[in-house]
Structures are given as structure tokens and as C-alpha cells.
């Protein structure tokens, strides 16, 4: 999983608490990228970051925030979880000599009730 | 439209056919083109990497590029039951960060090699 690390696996949680998942690299690449991945739809862009602090939004952006403090950490979260985001988490970098060339962690599996 | 149409599937063939997977694209600004490879409940793993029109061959698989008809597909040959996966394709407008460097992915097509 060319370095890139996710955290937790596996999480089940409730609707209304808050949820953080981490992304960590290894790679030192720039771009690092937060994708959901649903059955009929695919994968979706959730937000993207640029640099340390510099973040941009994806196609399905909306209860989502993202920061990166560090060049190899990418936190997503989820200020107040609902079921409408179960769904399967994935991290991504790039930035290596074909930058558009994106690199998958493991996922994460994150169900609310 | 969606930017990028692929048949879902499943497709299930023999072990030794040759598999064809394709997607079709409506954005004439994509130049980067890529498939991924996704076994179950695993990350998707890049397959191959192509910019603009043409073939690129990687062992048993080969990509191919009609920008003209905006038609990418996937051949492999030989399949082995070890190919059962999901494949994804993914285009993008430039090859650097940005919004337009951002992969827009098709569903996927899930396939099943029979041995």
C-alpha cells in the first residue's frame, strides 16, 4: 500500500458523535486525498490538501472537515456523524515523479447506527 | 452525463479468455489515464498509467486510448482467476495537483475469472 497507513481499520460508531480517521504517509508526497466509496457510486472525492494547512474541497464535501498539520498526516472528520456516511473510507497520495499517479491505503470501514 | 461511464457488470468469463473492459468519458480536457485494480475489502492498486491517445502493453494487460471517440479500455489476455477484481478506470485533466488534476473515477467493473 505504497506507505500509507489508515486509522482505525474498523469503526461503528453512533449518530451524532464525532468521528476522526487518520491517513498517514511515509512517501513524503505533497498531495494526500480523502475518498468515500459507496455500491452505485463508486469513489467520490470527500476534500484533498495541497501542502501542510492547504486544503481544498471535494465533490461531497457537506459534514466533513479535513486538516494536515504535518505533511504525513491527513485527518478526516466528521463533526457529528450520521448513518448517510457508512461507508468505506479511503486515503490517497501522490506527488512522486507522475503526480497524478495516486497511491490507496487499506481503507477503513465506518458504520453509524 | 456522467464524466465517466463503465458498465458494472459483473462479467464473468473462462479462465485463458480475453477480458475487455472499457469506459467512455464526455470531458475532451482529460489526458491522463489510469486503471486500478481493487480485490475485495482491499484498497484499489494501480494497474496502468497511459497520457493521451495510443497502447501501452505491461505483461498480459494492455491499455488503449481513442481520444477521438473519448474510449479508453483494458485488455488482458490469458486471464487468471487472480484476476478476479474489480477494475477501475480514472481519468484526469493535467498531471499536477488542483482541482483539475483530481482523478474522476468510473463505478467499476467487477470480474469473476473461472478456473
Known amino acids: 500500500d505504497a506507505g500509507i497507513t489508515q486509522s482505525p481499520r474498523h469503526k461503528v460508531t453512533e449518530t451524532g458523535t464525532p468521528v476522526t480517521l487518520r491517513c498517514h504517509q511515509t512517501?513524503?508526497?505533497?498531495?494526500m486525498y480523502w475518498y468515500r466509496q459507496d455500491p452505485g457510486h463508486g469513489l467520490r472525492l470527500i476534500h484533498y490538501?495541497?501542502?501542510?494547512?492547504?486544503?481544498d474541497k471535494g465533490e461531497v464535501s457537506d459534514g466533513y472537515s479535513v486538516s494536515r498539520s504535518k505533511t504525513e498526516d491527513f485527518l478526516l472528520t466528521l463533526e457529528s456523524a450520521t448513518s448517510s456516511q457508512t461507508s468505506v473510507y479511503f486515503c490517497?497520495?501522490?506527488?512522486?515523479?507522475?503526480?497524478?499517479?495516486?497511491?490507496f491505503g487499506p481503507g477503513t470501514r465506518l458504520t453509524v447506527l | 452525463q456522467k464524466e465517466v461511464e463503465q458498465d458494472p457488470g459483473p462479467l464473468s468469463v473462462p479462465e485463458g479468455a480475453i477480458v475487455s473492459l472499457n469506459c467512455t468519458y464526455s470531458n475532451s480536457a482529460f489526458q491522463y489515464f489510469m486503471w486500478y485494480r481493487q480485490y475485495s475489502r482491499k484498497g484499489p492498486e494501480l494497474l496502468m498509467y497511459t497520457y493521451s491517445s495510443g497502447n501501452k502493453e505491461d505483461g498480459r494487460f494492455t491499455a488503449q486510448v481513442d481520444k477521438s471517440s473519448k474510449y479508453i479500455s483494458l485488455f488482458i489476455r490469458d486471464s487468471q482467476p487472480s484476476d478476479s477484481a474489480t477494475y477501475l478506470c480514472?481519468?484526469?485533466?493535467?498531471?499536477?495537483?488542483?482541482?483539475?488534476?483530481?482523478?474522476?473515477f468510473g463505478k467499476g467493473t467487477k470480474l469473476s475469472v473461472k478456473p
Open positions: 480514472a481519468m484526469s485533466a493535467r498531471n499536477y495537483g488542483g482541482s483539475q488534476g483530481n482523478l474522476i
Open positions: 490538501s495541497y501542502g501542510v494547512k492547504d486544503t
Open positions: 490517497a497520495i501522490s506527488g512522486g515523479v507522475v503526480t497524478d499517479t495516486q497511491y
Open positions: 512517501e513524503n508526497h505533497r498531495y
